[in-house]
């Protein structure tokens, strides 16, 4: 009776539905309230007050002199710059690290790879609040590291190699903490790679490195992309590794939102800063669109080739 | 006998109309984990009244449930810093603690209290105390200042805790420095800031868990403390010879209190102050005391008292210290105490 051609597409829409009301319900809608509240003004005894104010996004760059003036402050700025560097740091030497990983494992016969694979996620399993502890046991005094040089007495009984609440920590626990999200994607895309194409560059004289620059890395770049910004965007919001680890010396991002949702009492400058921590991964991901987008037409003209 | 004049007056508050249906019961509001099962069964049993209890974790939740208009509680506990600001709400009513038989038991301390100066509205519950507890044995000596923990010397450099609740360490920089808290005047906080600033250096953690850990492993050599925590510092330190102890330095410790109060809309009043009264008693108090591990403003209740909780220098605070109660601060105030906070940190 209804017009037959509709049905097909009122079909598409009712199937997609479920997804589209778990993507709307659990994502959207919490954002538009992170927005909305970041938009309006601070209840002294928390909360939120319901009255239009841009204060909260005011705040993160000027603060108000006794006379009301707005001045410039760098606090927050700081605080933005030094989870950018810490994110990008973490980021850089995970790939340093997990390269070879994704690498050797692409290499195994490929009944081996499963197992490998299996061995990369099983931390995993377990939550991240446990895993960064243990690694408090490690590095920390008397911890795992310091033991041997105790017994061989080159540690005294109250010294100590001072690993523990440094940067040091902070980028040991993170590197740790996403480092399978950065082989995985790699792997994925090494283990679709033709390793004739390798043979073929050595063939033509091409030393090592030649061949890992202009052949191997190209084809492994939509990984390697993946892998970065999967360990970017987590590493730019984390406050469990800078708090447990770092002894929560500096203020990161994700630390700064908790900070004024619990204890500052000002939601809507809390809400502001997760626009802002949010907004920096929307470029993320428009950068990583980009890149996906170059790398696809570049593999097309090397397959021309 | 008791048992006899809380039936007859039982009785008696049956024949009023409308108490008819409600004189055996009462409810409590109560912080979790914070009522001692045997009391409450010694109070049912003496007095016949059935008590229902329920449980909060933050002031801010009672404040906010109370606003919101809930009724049927006839007691709650708020701490000493919310005591204004439900009276000021007038969410709890009079009932003159000071009338009740047991209330001669409250030590002279802690009547009329800062934040309710004629005791109208309050009757003493627990207390505690904040300060900073000390590896005595690394340390070589007694603590004795707060200096020695916003200015630490070689042996506590680097090696130094602080609490991450801004109030708290603000507070405690207040002290040292000799001004009153919530300090709405920037060249005062200033001063604050910079001695925060400069204790950093030493500091190697911002954190308000892991204290124990820490001090016994010997990652901290002094660090901020609850007196309640810190009983359980000295007693798992001991455990392998590590010495944690809890000072109180000449400037003073902080202090909160909690608090018994009937809201406005309690349905048994009279159930409400018989249960304040009830629990005036020593050796009922002593009962809660134990349950909890909190010290108690009442006189008499060492006969009660666990050996632990009677012999505790953390929980038996001497005479002669000064305890400074923290209060909430005002919005400009507590402004400016974080702005202090993201300046340390940024």
Avoid at chain 2, 165 to 186: I, R
């Amino acid at each position: 009776m209804i017009a037959s051609a509709q049905t097909p597409a009122l079909r598409r829409f009712l199937g997609l539905l479920p997804a589209l009301a778990v993507i709307g319900l659990f994502m959207l809608v919490p954002v538009a309230i992170m927005a909305l509240y970041s938009f309006l003004e601070a209840n002294p005894f928390g909360g939120i007050v319901w009255r239009f104010s841009p204060e909260a996004y005011v705040q993160f760059l000027f603060e108000r002199d006794l006379a009301d003036n707005l001045v410039f402050q760098s606090g927050y700025l700081i605080i933005i710059l030094r989870s950018l560097g810490l994110a990008v740091l973490a980021t850089i030497l995970c790939l340093i690290v997990g390269f070879p990983i994704a690498y050797f494992i692409a290499r195994q016969p490929a009944r081996h790879r499963n197992i490998w694979i299996y061995l990369i996620t099983i931390p995993f399993w377990t939550n991240q609040l446990v895993r960064t502890f243990a690694w408090i046991i490690i590095l920390g005094r008397n911890g795992t590291i310091e033991l041997p040089f105790r017994w061989l007495g080159i540690l005294g009984a109250d010294d100590t190699l001072g690993l523990m609440y440094t940067d040091f920590a902070i980028v040991i626990g993170l590197i740790y903490a996403f480092i399978p999200i950065m082989v995985l994607p790699i792997y994925a895309s090494l283990e679709k790679l033709d390793f004739r194409l390798v043979e073929a560059s050595a063939d033509l004289y091409s030393s090592t490195f030649e061949t890992f620059r202009r052949v191997i890395i190209p084809l492994a770049k939509p990984g390697i992309v993946a892998g970065s910004i999967l360990v970017f965007i987590p590493c730019l919001g984390a406050f469990i590794q800078p708090d447990l680890l770092g002894g929560g010396k500096k203020l990161m991002l994700g630390s700064l939102v908790q900070f004024q949702f619990a204890t500052a009492r000002n939601w809507p400058f809390g809400a502001a800063v997760a626009m802002i921590l949010l907004a920096f991964v929307v470029l993320c991901l428009l950068w990583y669109a980009q890149a996906a987008r170059r790398a696809g037409a570049q593999s097309g003209a090397l397959a021309h080739a | 006998m008791r048992l006899l004049v809380a039936s007859a007056v039982a009785g008696l508050l049956a024949l009023s109309p409308n108490a008819a249906w409600s004189e055996e019961k009462l409810f409590l509001y109560n912080w979790t984990d914070y009522t001692s099962p045997e009391a409450i069964k010694k109070f049912e049993a003496e007095t016949g009244i059935k008590v229902t209890i329920d449980t909060y974790d933050s002031n801010e939740t009672l404040l906010a449930k109370l606003k919101a208009g809930a009724t049927g509680y006839d007691v709650i506990i708020p701490s000493h810093n919310f005591v204004p600001i439900l009276i000021d709400e007038k969410l709890v009513q009079k009932y003159d603690a000071k009338a009740l038989p047991n209330f001669a038991n409250v030590e002279d301390r802690w009547k009329n209290p800062e934040w309710d100066k004629n005791q109208e509205y309050t009757a003493p519950f627990h207390w505690g105390t904040t300060s900073v507890a000390y590896r005595e044995d690394l340390y070589g000596k007694k603590l004795e200042s707060l200096g020695e923990f916003f200015k630490p010397g070689d042996k506590a450099a680097g090696r130094v805790s602080v609490f991450k609740t801004p109030e708290e360490v603000v507070n405690l920089a207040h002290l040292y420095l000799g001004q009153k808290f919530c300090n709405p005047d920037p060249a005062e906080m200033q001063k604050v800031q910079d001695l925060l600033l400069a204790q950093k250096p030493a500091v190697n953690t911002y954190s308000s868990e892991g204290m124990n850990d820490r001090l016994i492993n010997g990652d901290s050599v002094i660090s901020t403390q609850w007196n309640g925590y810190a009983l359980k510092g000295r007693t798992e330190g001991a455990k392998s010879g590590k010495i944690v102890t809890y000072a109180y330095p000449k400037e003073g410790v902080i202090g909160w209190m909690d608090n018994m109060m009937i809201p406005a809309t309690a349905g048994n009043v009279e159930n409400a102050k018989k249960f304040i009264n009830f629990m005036m008693a020593p050796e009922n108090m002593a009962l809660q005391a134990n349950f909890t591990g909190y010290a108690a403003g009442i006189k008499g209740m060492e006969a009660g008292l666990n050996e632990e909780m009677r012999t505790a220098p953390e929980i038996n605070a001497p005479a002669d210290v000064k305890i400074v109660f923290s209060w909430a601060c005002d919005a400009p105030s507590q402004k400016l105490i974080d702005k202090v906070w993201t300046n340390i940190l940024k």
